[in-house]
């Protein structure tokens, strides 16, 4: 089996801070997604990626930026913080086109801004 | 877009009680329905899923059935346990070729009390 881990888990950050959030998959996956979680919001995507070095937008993009260094980490960056913001941001991966097609999560990195 | 709506939680309920969280989607394709459980600390993990209209799906006693013509994806389980506590999402895959992304809907949390 494999494993996504992400870090940091908890990150407190500043109105008006760029923060990073990082994102490592041993699974040898192709495809990688952020996701934001909310309480009463459901799952929304914020970025995914098919492959080393590309990028799609999701519904929820704005504010924020990716990276896919490499096929085993895929990064994403609130651009600026916004005070108050409370969320908890989940990294996946997946690979698709075979019978158990499905994705796999992290644990979460819990934002808080104040 | 594609869309996905879910029972409103928080739901409450009684061990050896039944349970239905309803699912209803929208899109324009043919699409893979999922369920996914989160329990508390962790990410989503794959309850099941079903590919084809008409057929179900089943896990750890929860069941679903894809209803292309009322284009929902209820969950069912006859008697839940207090292990079952959790959040419960509905999502969908659309089938366009290259399609990558999971839609999820809200979440429904459940607390089972013992």
């Known amino acids: 089996g494999g494993i996504i881990t992400q870090t940091p888990k908890f990150l407190i950050g500043q109105e008006g801070q760029k923060l990073t959030l990082k994102c490592q998959q041993n699974f040898n996956h192709d495809t990688m997604y952020w996701y934001r979680q909310d309480s009463g919001k459901g799952l929304r995507l914020i970025y995914y990626?098919?492959?080393?070095?590309?990028?799609q937008k999701g519904d929820l993009s704005e504010g924020y930026d990716a990276s896919r260094e490499k096929k085993s980490s895929f990064s994403l960056t609130v651009t600026s913080a916004q005070k108050n913001e409370m969320a908890v941001f989940l990294c996946?991966?997946?690979?698709?086109?075979?019978?158990?097609?499905?994705?796999?999560f992290g644990h979460g990195t819990k934002l808080s801004v104040l | 877009g594609d869309s996905v709506t879910q029972t409103e939680g928080p739901v409450t309920l009684s061990e050896g009680t039944s349970l239905t969280v309803n699912c209803s989607y929208e899109t324009k394709q043919y699409p893979t329905l999922f369920w996914y459980v989160q329990y508390p600390g962790e990410g989503p993990q794959l309850l099941f899923k079903v590919p084809k209209a008409n057929e179900k799906g089943s896990n750890r006693g929860f069941e679903a059935t894809y209803n292309k013509e009322a284009t929902s994806f209820h969950l069912q389980k006859a008697s839940v346990q207090e292990s079952d506590s959790a959040v419960y999402y509905c999502?969908?895959?659309?089938?366009?070729?290259?399609?990558?992304?999971?839609?999820f809907g809200q979440g429904t949390v459940l607390s089972v009390i013992p």
């Open positions: 999502a969908l895959r659309g089938a366009t070729g290259g399609n990558n992304k999971l839609t």
């Open positions: 996946a991966s997946s690979i698709w086109g075979i019978s158990n097609e499905r994705l796999f």
């Open positions: 990626s098919i492959t080393e070095n590309d990028l």
